[in-house]
Nanobody
Framework: QVQLVESGGGLVQPGGSLRLSCAAS????????MGWNRQAPGKRRELVAV???????NYADSVKGRFTISRDNAKSTVELQMNNLKPEDTAVYYC?????????WGRGTQVTVSS
């Protein structure tokens, strides 16, 4: 089992920045992919960013150029730097990891972008 704990969410004005962090614990050997999804009210959960064990990244078109995903394998953490935030980025952000054939999810952290 892998446990994931997210932190760093909050309320920010449009154009502002936030940094989300997710720490993995438990059976962390064999984790390959780490990433972030989000779910806005009334919408389906969607991919935001993902990074694999080779540090290759992929982003949703809506966040390219504004968000950056990174990982620290020694600390078993994955972070999401979010810049130039927009109201449409408001959502619950979920961290996830893929270990062997199982995907583990965090409980989510709320990000609200509003003036």
């Amino acid at each position: 089992q892998v446990q994931l704990v997210e932190s760093g969410g909050g309320l920010v004005q449009p154009g502002g920045s936030l940094r989300l962090s997710c720490a993995a614990s438990g059976s962390i050997d064999g984790i390959t992919v780490m990433g972030w999804n989000r779910q806005a009210p009334g919408k389906r959960r969607e991919l935001v960013a993902v990074i694999n064990s080779g540090s290759n990244t992929n982003y949703a078109d809506s966040v390219k150029g504004r968000f950056t995903i990174s990982r620290d394998n020694a600390k078993s953490t994955v972070e999401l730097q979010m810049n130039n935030l927009k109201p449409e980025d408001t959502a619950v952000y979920y961290c996830y990891v893929l270990r062997r054939i199982t995907t583990y999810w965090g409980r989510g952290t709320q990000v609200t972008v509003s003036s």
